[in-house]
């Protein structure tokens, strides 16, 4: 028998051969399940040890929704940050999974400025709210002084009360970088909009930490941009002294440079190695050579999000404030050992 602290509703669902909604209504005793069909889901559901979260004393209120809305600021709806949709579609699965469904509202560039309180939240559709990706400081505080069920993923704010979850960048950046020195690289550069996102920062961070622990040179004013200031992607100029490596804030990027450097007669890595950051690329396209990146676990990273918002929704004990999840370097052909 599977751990009855681990059986989900994707569990039953899998054992059944059905889909995770069908699943949910027939344990809900909701509508749109056959009786036979509802009776045989509650069956393995007992057999597995699956305990129903309404039962557990204070888990879902009595006007519940049952929805949990997933607030993306509208920029990052771009083509070359569809990572995002992604991350989406990992919360998404990952609420089914716990009985909730997610109701998707992009926050427009103009809502953010005039700091409108979300849709989802207004109409009183949802339970709470998962913020994905980047905000504006001014709006990340006044959301959170006007509404309380929510958590942010992928961006935090400097708020213990904030509970916020994201990849662990600022190790991993420095584990990237530690790499590179391990392999023979001296003079390596940073590339990425230090002001556009937390997490930028904390990457650059990770990678200046590895860069002076090794007696390395590295300055702020050295770093090369990428985008704007808004996140938005802006042409790469390649420096008049050339290091060895470049170390790039994400995938997307590396991908830019890369194409840039090839333009310039540059190979990678005969001439100069590249690296990046979250084993995405946008409409999965091909890249030579293949980059050394760090992977993001995006599905974890949306079980601990929605596990936290339903506790917090309903007052169990949870752990509060910023969780970082680990993720995995992975060794491609983009780095060039020096001698």
Not at 9 to 24: F, P, W, Y
Not at 109 to 114: R, V
Not at 199 to 227: T, W
Request: proline letters at 3%; glycine letters at 6%; one cysteine or more.
């Amino acid at each position: 028998m599977i751990n009855s602290r681990k059986v989900r509703l994707s569990d039953i669902a899998e054992k059944l051969d059905v889909s995770i909604v069908t699943v949910s209504k027939a344990i809900a005793d909701k509508e749109g399940v056959s009786e036979e069909l509802r009776k045989k889901i509650k069956a393995v559901a007992q057999e597995l040890g699956y305990k129903q979260k309404a039962q557990i004393p204070g888990y879902k209120r009595e006007n519940s929704t049952g929805n949990i809305g997933i607030v993306i600021p509208s920029h990052f709806f771009e083509r070359s940050t569809s990572f995002y949709w992604t991350m989406y579609n990992a919360v998404s699965k990952e609420l089914l999974a716990n009985g909730y469904y997610g109701i998707m509202e992009q926050l427009s560039t103009k809502d953010e400025f005039d700091l409108v309180i979300p849709h989802v939240v207004q109409d009183k559709k949802v339970d709470g709210v998962i913020m994905l990706g980047q905000l504006s400081l001014d709006y990340a505080h006044f959301f959170t002084k006007h509404y309380s069920h929510f958590v942010f993923l992928d961006f935090y704010i400097n708020d213990e009360d904030c509970d916020s979850i994201t990849t662990d960048n600022f190790y991993n950046e420095y584990r990237m970088t530690q790499y590179l020195i391990n392999q023979g690289h001296r003079n390596i550069r940073y590339v990425g909009n230090f002001n556009a996102t937390s997490s930028i920062a904390d990457r650059f961070m990770g990678f200046m930490k590895a860069m002076l622990e090794n007696g390395l040179h590295v300055a702020f004013e050295e770093i090369i941009p990428d985008r704007n200031k808004k996140g938005l992607y802006e042409p790469i100029k390649l420096p008049e002294n050339m290091p060895t490596a470049f170390v790039c804030n994400c995938d997307e990027t590396a991908a830019k440079l890369i194409n840039v450097l090839k333009e310039n007669g540059f190979r990678v890595p005969k001439d100069v190695s590249v690296v990046g950051f979250d084993d995405f690329l946008a409409d999965g396209r091909a890249i030579e050579p293949p980059i050394t990146t760090v992977a993001v676990d995006s599905a974890t990273l949306a079980r601990v999000a929605v596990e936290t918002l339903i506790k917090k929704i309903n007052k169990q004990p949870y752990t509060q404030g910023h969780t970082v999840i680990s993720g995995k370097l992975l060794i491609r052909d983009s780095v060039k050992k020096l001698n």
